[in-house]
């Protein structure tokens, strides 16, 4: 089990690790749209802060010597399901063709009042 860690990414904001890669996998924790040379969030909506919350999630996998069209598994959380067709039209921008396996849930809540946060998992 080997932590991941980079600069082009949010410092984790808790005891976790930005990802942890193991048996040719890489489990990326939520992202959520954090700017990571200032840490405050990207100015904008839900689709700006859905671009930052992927773009940081794609430092990571980076990183760790994969990316997006690597990636298997995501779970998208929003602030609110009224959300969930600009945060899928930027998604959509992301990835492609076969595209990852993917839950969307809306939640009470996410840290720092985020719209959304998105977690991955890749291969490798």
């Known amino acids: 089990m080997q932590a991941i860690h980079t600069d082009n990414a949010p ?3 808790g005891p976790y690790s930005q990802a942890i890669e ?11 749209p954090l700017d990571p040379k200032t840490g405050t969030f990207v100015e904008g909506g839900i689709k700006e802060q859905t671009r930052q919350a ?3 999630a794609s430092s990571i996998l980076k990183a760790a010597g994969t990316d997006l069209a690597h990636v298997v598994k ?7 399901m ?5 945060m899928n039209e930027v998604y959509a921008e992301f990835f492609s063709h076969p595209f990852p396996a993917r839950s969307a ?10 719209l959304v946060e998105v977690e991955v998992l890749a291969a490798k």
């Open 74 to 80: 995501t779970t998208v959380y929003l602030d609110s």
């Open 54 to 56: 992927l773009t940081n």
């Open 11 to 13: 410092e984790a904001i």
């Open 105 to 114: 849930v809306a939640v009470k809540k996410l840290p720092k009042g985020a």
């Open 82 to 86: 009224d959300d969930f067709a600009a």
């Open 22 to 32: 193991v048996n040719g996998f890489v489990f990326a924790s939520g992202q959520i």
